[in-house]
């Protein structure tokens, strides 16, 4: 027994030795999280052209080139001022068909609504619409629920991961100055309401850049844009600088002719903040064509020789644009074939030169680019004279007596109030002809039986 009880003694002892307080547990030092390298801009670039009537078809081949080569396309995004398709005879002829393919082909996503956009009525601008998958913008005008149009005031495009949302404006001659009844539904909104209320809409879409686009010189939206919109981008600005950019705001002009485009390469920071860098380029005149739109071109104009491509008449040396015997060609053709006593044109609708050699039908579309209709008024002989002031009239009239009436042929362009010329006050009773204006000239031409300089003698 007290063995046993030894043993245990010992064996508690050995037990109780054998114990040893264990270390303290080591904490391992606290790692601060690496710091995420800063996101890396997003960038997306903008191409504006304007004012196209119809030209694309010739342009494009040269112009879709250069985007290629300089400017990231198809990654860019592009867009129009508008009056896209309406002038040119190789796109009027066709009612737009052929501008709406080039168009699709170069991926334009959207356009303002232009004054020329309804100038072949309202059927045809939806055909072309649909055809070429341009969305056109209109924040300015009350599109009355039975308007077949159906425009919208701005649409958000994604590219290259930045939400770019687009408000467009028309201009006041839109409503004004077309054919009557073919903007039957539509009114305008002044901008000073019609801006803002884009802009706040707009906002709910959260877009990273913000452009808007106008059929007008860009100074009529200065005054509501500055500071609230990254790019502003209208059309031709007669006597006033191309360019503003002395603000938070880029304000352009890509002109006229389509010789020019627009340019706007954006950063959108992490931040929420963007570098724009935009510039005006010209189209350039020696630029390889791309060979898949000329070949769409020939095709045009295979068409377009068909159809017009006989020979009506002569000119001996021809006669360059800018010509002011164009412009009396013009007007002798407009009273003449109306049985007027005179006739008044802009000399602005003269767009063309008329080449030595033979005259065709499709040589006076290139000379009268816009499908204007033609009408006779009555008009007293002060109402002339008071016309023949205006910089922007021709006016082909014999002595003019200011208590005499006189019969007087033009387009419906001018009678609405085109370049100042309206007559709607002092002849509201006008008589449409149902021709556009291009009908009577080559009816004249046609008529002459010799070389077009003995009549204009």
Not at 204 to 213: M, Q
Not at 214 to 235: I, N, Q, R, S, W
Request: glycine share 8%; charged share 25%.
């Amino acid at each position: 027994m007290r063995t046993s009880l030894v043993f245990a003694a010992a064996a508690l002892a050995v037990s109780s030795c054998s114990k040893e307080t264990p270390p303290a547990p080591v904490t391992p030092p606290v790692e601060k999280p690496a710091t995420p390298p800063a996101a890396a801009p997003k960038k997306v670039t903008l191409l504006i052209t304007g004012h196209e009537t119809g030209n694309l078809v010739e342009v494009g081949p040269k112009l879709l080139t250069q985007w290629k080569k300089n400017e990231g396309w198809p990654a860019a995004l592009a867009f129009s001022t508008g009056d896209t398709f309406s002038g040119a005879v190789i796109s009027s002829h066709f009612e737009g068909k052929s501008s709406a393919e080039v168009m699709r082909a170069m991926q334009y996503q959207a356009s303002a609504f232009g004054n020329h956009d309804l100038d072949l009525g309202p059927e045809v601008f939806r055909n072309f619409r649909d055809a070429s998958a341009v969305a056109f913008l209109a924040a300015n005008l009350k599109d009355e629920s039975d308007s077949p149009l159906k425009l919208v005031p701005y649409k958000v495009f994604t590219r290259e991961g930045v939400k770019v949302g687009v408000i467009g404006f028309t201009s006041p001659k839109t409503v004004t100055t077309v054919v009557s009844g073919r903007a039957a539904g539509l009114s305008l909104i002044p901008l000073a309401e019609a801006f803002p209320a884009a802009l706040d809409a707009l906002a709910a879409e959260k877009p990273d850049v913000t452009l808007a686009l106008v059929d007008d010189c860009f100074t009529v939206l200065k005054p509501f844009a500055e500071g609230k919109v990254d790019l502003v981008v209208g059309t031709r600005c007669d006597g006033t600088p191309e360019e503003d950019s002395s603000g938070s705001t880029a304000f352009f002009s890509v002109g006229d002719g389509l010789s020019k485009y627009v340019s706007a390469r954006i950063d959108v920071r992490a931040d929420g903040s963007r570098v724009v860098k935009a510039e005006r380029k010209e189209v350039g005149a020696k630029t390889e064509e791309e060979a898949d739109l000329v070949t769409l071109r020939t095709r045009w104009k295979e068409q377009l020789d068909k159809d017009l491509g006989q020979e009506i008449g002569l000119t001996r040396d021809g006669f360059r644009e800018g010509d002011p015997k164009l412009l009396t060609l013009v007007a002798m053709a407009l009273r003449d074939e109306t049985k007027a006593d005179c006739a008044l044109i802009n000399k602005k609708g003269v767009r063309g030169a008329l080449p030595k050699g033979a005259v065709t039908p499709a040589s006076i579309y290139n000379l009268l680019p816009f499908e204007n209709a033609v009408l006779t008024v009555k008009v007293k002989g002060d109402a002339l004279i008071a016309l023949q002031k205006n910089p922007e009239a021709f006016l082909l009239a014999p002595k003019l007596d200011a208590a005499k009436e006189y019969v007087l042929a033009t387009t419906d362009y001018l009678y609405f109030g085109g370049d100042g010329l309206g007559l709607e006050a002092a002849a509201p009773e006008p008589e449409l002809n149902g021709m556009v204006w291009q009908t009577p000239v080559i009816s004249w031409v046609r008529k002459l039986k010799a070389p077009i300089e003995k009549k204009l003698k």
